[in-house]
């Protein structure tokens, strides 16, 4: 994980450093959460903080999007670049 700051000195990564409740209180002090679709994002929005997902295997249109954020913060990957990428309500089917 620390690879993810090597030579960024505005990027800072926290996995595994802090407690719970510490990261609850980081992410509500968020400007804005870039995420997949994850905990994270959903804890962000709960938090109401603004949140852009990246989507793959899972789709927004599922019901899977982070609560009472708009659609056009939903990046979902390009299907004609990636036909094959594997799209389901489980994210193991075509």
């Avoid at 793959?56 to 299907?79: I, K, M, V, W």
């Amino acid at each position: 994980m620390n690879s993810l700051s090597n030579n960024k000195p505005n990027v800072i990564v926290v996995a595994g450093k802090i407690q719970f409740e510490q990261e609850l209180q980081l992410i509500s002090n968020l400007d804005i959460m870039l995420s997949m679709d994850s905990g994270n994002a959903h804890i962000a929005a709960m938090l109401g903080v603004n949140v852009i997902t990246l989507w793959g295997a899972t789709h927004p249109y599922l019901g899977f999007s982070p609560f009472n954020q708009p659609l056009e913060n939903a990046l979902l990957s390009d299907r004609t670049k990636y036909p094959y990428l594997p799209t389901s309500v489980y994210g193991n089917k075509k």
